[in-house]
């Protein structure tokens, strides 16, 4: 996900009060059970905002049950939000509560490792999750757009992250819309002027990434050397322009195919949409601001950056939001090595040093870690420390491992829990098997503690030797890192020396014939610090 728009301070409030009851509600949750799909039949108009849908929710059940809730905004008094007509299991009406935002049944009692199918009839206007606007050019169009936990203003779900699950839409529109999602196009048919268009996944998901797109697209179908449908979706009146730009996908989706493995889902649609990010990941479906499309081919980045989510984020999910840097920060960074093997090395560190200035001004707002389990879920989780100084974290990481190492921990790490979900400390143990070390101080530094390196090193020349004096001026914790030093004598003329450093003030002696001209810091650029005095 690439850029977002900040919500008002009102809205932040409410979510932190309700952060921590939600999390333990759902961790009982969790616990009790396990969607293993979805089924949504949803029924759209132009005369209209409301929504009708017949969902299906396959549920194996963890422990003994008689009663689970799931994840759906009730209509309020604006008149927006869902209105539950019957829900059925086995053919028998089930008896269930709907207040607020949970969806409560009262369920026959299932036995630990059963599994049913509950059916639910409803409708209603919704009020966030599926975008029903107009585009630039006033065409309606109707956009999924569901981070971080908005597909419940529209979809029944367990609306989390750590619940992932096969998804099939069975969406019915009027005829002259077009209609995407995720997975493949089982099949789709046109009479008496409505369309029907029915796509499923083979692999589970998680409800952030479930969408439907409908409006009156230009499609453009391409493939990529491995084989791989690659589609633009576009607006007609931007289809010349925007099957140029969206073209462009091809590259990146092969670059990262050959750097952490096979493309994991079965087809990459590149839609233009209405959504309030710069982009978002949907699996095989993403949806890019309609403001990307120029004809001028100047949003690589972007879409690397949401192609590389198809990897980190969408096949592996992180488990609990305040692990998202496992989604963004690697997409980050992954846009970085794009932007290496593509332009080469200038490119790449110009890249690294805008996200380090980033970090660094962020720093001086808040001071918090990058796992930050303070915040509540919501918008204010996607910053710079989610995206730039984690990306810097992989960086540094890299520098530890080497290239080859570094790679190998990133496929080693996507092998182990494509499909699934990790934390941290998962991807933490996959670093220390592959690395056979132990990388929990790197980690509990650079991750779990607030801050960075603000260091300064004077120094001077005197009988053959350099005295350097590295100081760490931030407040909290010291860091321990190595420190790359560049003895720059003349224009053709300069040695690099590396100083491990794990105190407040540590003095070096480096043996120099003839005074340098100037001391460099960190000239490859491969440590996240602030530079202070001399």
Known sequence: MKGFFYFHFFIWTLCFLCTAARGQDHHTRYNLLDVLAYTFEISLHDTSDLIQVRSAVEIRFKSAANGFYLDLKQRDSSGKGMVVNKIRWNGKQVPFQHRGDRLELTIQPASPGEVRIYQIDYQGIPRDGLIISENKFGDRTFFGDNWPDRASHWLTVVDHPSDKALVEFIVEAPGHYRIVSNGANICETRNAGRVLSVWKTAVPLPTKLMVIGVARFAVQQLESPSGIPVSAWVFPQNREEGFLDYSMAIQPLDFFESFIGPYPFSKLANVQSRTI???????????????????????????????????????????????????????TYMTDLYLEHRFGRDSFISSLKRERELVLRYSTRRSAPVVDTTLPVSVRLLNPNSYEKAAWVLHMLRRSLGDQLFRETLRAYYAKYSYGNALTEDFRHVVDSVSGKDYGPFFNQWLYQPGHPVISAPWSYAQGHIRIRVLQHQKGPCFAFPLDVQIVKGPENASTETLYIDTREQAFSIPCAGRPVEIILDPGSWLLFEHHGP
């Open 277 to 331: 990010y710069g982009g978002m990941e949907n699996a095989g479906c993403i949806f890019y601001r309609e403001g990307s499309v120029t004809g001028k081919q100047d949003h690589e980045s972007l879409l690397a950056h949401e192609i590389a989510h198809q990897w980190f984020g969408d096949a592996v999910t992180e488990m609990d939001w305040h692990h998202i840097w496992l989604s963004e920060g690697f997409a």
